[in-house]
C-alpha cells in the first residue's frame, strides 16, 4: 500500500471556481487514494479566525499546501514544504501559481461576440486585480483587429460599495448603442448587470447579450433570463495541480512553472442567443449552419439554398457583415463541436466523425489539425484531465 500524504486544501468553497478547482483535485484521489486533507471547517462550527485556522493547521503538520491567497500566506510559506497558491490578485513570482490563461479568455469572449456580429461591445471589470486587467487586454485586442471600440466600466472597491453596482451600471448602459455585448470577467459582475439592464428597459439578449466567467452554475442558471458564461475548465487544473502535488512531496522537486488554465468552451445559455445582424438572409444563412454543421458534412450550398440570395451576394454579405466566409462559418460551428467531444468524452476521432456526419471518417484529423493547429488526440491530452500519472 502507498503511503498517503496529508494536503491542506485552502479554497473558497462560496465561488464556483474554487468548486471546479477542488472537485479535480478531490478527482484525483478517488482514482488513486494518496492524499489525507485538511478542509476549512463549517462557519457554524469554527468562525473566521485565521490565527487560530494557522495554528490548527500546524499542529496538523501538513506535507504540501493547496491555498488561496489568505492573510496567513506569508506564515505558511516560512514552513518550506511544498505549495501551491492560487492567487486572486496578482502573480507570486517566487510561488508556484495556479493561474488561468486570462488574455486567452478574453481573446475567446471577443471573437465570439464579433462572430455573432455586435460592432458595440462593453467590458465590465476590476480596477485592481491583474486576472481581470489580462482578461480586458485580450478582450480589447481582439476587437481591436476588428476596428470595434470597446466601452469599459472598472469596478473600484476603495471608491464604491457592491451594493452600489447595479445604479452605477445603469449610467453606464445607456452610453452604448443597442444592440450591444457586454463580456464581465466574472459570472457575479453579471447578476448587477443584469439588474441593471431591466431597469434601463434593456430586452436581454435582443438589445443587450451578456457573458461572464466560470461557468457558475447556480447564478446563471437562476437568473432570469440565464446567463451564458465562459468555462475556465479549472476541474482539471485541479487533477493537475493534485498530480503535480504528489510528484512534489514524493521527489521534493519543485515544478519548474506554474499550472496554467485555458479557457474551455462558452457554456451558451438565454442571455446570449440572439445573433446582432440585421440583415434577414445573413441570419437565416447562420441559423441553418447552427443548426445543421453540428451533424452534417454541410456544403456552401446548401446555405445558400437557404437564402432567398445567390451564392455571390450571400458571399459578399458574410465577408461584409461578418469578416468572414459562408466555409469559414460551417467550420468554426463544426470545429467548436469536435473540440466539445474531445475535450468532455471518451470517443474516438473516427466516432466523432461519424456523430457529426463526416463522408470519409479519416479527412477528421486532418480537418481538425488545420483549423486548430492540433490532431485530435494532442487537443484531447491538452484539454481533458489526464487518467493516469
Not at 486572486?88 to 461576440?113: M, P, Q, S
Not at 464581465?184 to 453579471?190: A, H, P, Q
Request: charged share 30%; aromatic share 12%.
Amino acid at each position: 500500500m502507498e503511503k498517503k500524504f496529508r494536503v491542506a486544501v485552502l479554497l473558497d468553497a462560496s465561488r464556483a471556481y474554487d468548486r471546479d478547482v477542488l472537485r479535480g483535485i478531490t478527482h484525483f484521489n478517488k482514482l488513486y487514494d494518496r492524499f489525507n486533507f485538511f478542509f476549512y471547517s463549517p462557519k457554524y462550527i469554527h468562525a473566521d479566525d485565521n490565527t487560530k485556522l494557522i495554528e490548527r493547521l500546524w499542529d496538523w503538520k501538513p506535507e504540501g499546501i493547496v491555498t488561496r491567497e489568505i492573510p496567513s500566506l506569508e506564515t505558511m510559506r516560512s514552513w518550506n514544504i511544498p505549495m501551491i497558491v492560487s492567487p486572486h490578485t496578482r502573480l507570486y513570482k517566487d510561488c508556484v501559481n495556479l493561474w488561468a490563461d486570462n488574455t486567452g479568455i478574453g481573446e475567446l469572449a471577443a471573437e465570439y461576440f464579433l462572430n455573432k456580429g455586435y460592432k458595440n461591445l462593453g467590458l465590465l471589470g476590476f480596477k485592481k486585480f491583474v486576472w481581470s486587467l489580462e482578461r480586458e487586454n485580450g478582450f480589447q485586442l481582439s476587437a481591436g483587429k476588428r476596428h470595434v471600440r470597446v466601452e469599459k466600466f472598472l469596478f473600484d472597491d476603495h471608491r464604491m460599495l457592491w451594493e452600489d453596482l447595479p445604479l452605477r451600471l445603469l449610467s453606464w448602459l445607456k452610453t452604448i448603442p443597442k444592440p450591444c455585448a457586454i463580456f464581465s470577467v466574472t459570472d457575479e459582475l453579471n447578476v448587477h448587470l443584469l439588474d441593471a439592464a431591466k431597469v434601463a428597459d434593456y430586452k436581454v439578449p435582443d438589445e443587450l447579450a451578456i457573458l461572464g466567467v466560470d461557468n457558475d452554475e447556480l447564478l446563471c442558471d437562476m437568473a432570469l433570463p440565464t446567463l451564458s458564461s465562459i468555462d475556465q475548465n479549472a476541474w482539471r487544473a485541479g487533477y493537475e495541480i493534485a498530480q503535480g502535488m504528489l510528484q512534489w512531496i514524493e521527489t521534493q522537486k519543485r515544478p519548474q512553472q506554474d499550472f496554467m488554465i485555458k479557457p474551455n468552451v462558452v457554456i451558451e445559455r438565454h442571455s446570449t442567443s440572439a445573433l446582432a445582424i440585421e440583415d434577414e438572409q445573413v441570419r437565416k444563412a447562420l441559423n441553418y449552419i447552427n443548426v445543421n454543421a453540428p451533424y452534417r458534412d454541410i456544403h456552401v450550398n446548401d446555405v445558400v439554398h437557404a437564402t432567398n440570395h445567390s451564392r455571390r451576394i450571400l458571399e459578399k454579405k458574410f465577408s461584409l457583415l461578418l469578416n468572414s466566409s459562408i466555409l469559414e462559418e460551417i467550420k468554426k460551428v463544426r470545429i467548436k463541436r469536435i473540440k466539445n467531444f474531445l475535450a468532455e468524452s471518451d470517443l474516438t476521432a473516427q466516432q466523432i466523425a461519424y456523430e457529426m456526419g463526416f463522408g470519409n471518417p479519416d479527412n477528421i484529423t486532418r480537418y481538425f489539425k488545420m483549423a486548430t493547429g492540433f490532431k485530435p488526440l494532442e487537443y484531447r491530452k491538452e484539454f481533458q484531465p489526464k487518467k493516469s500519472l
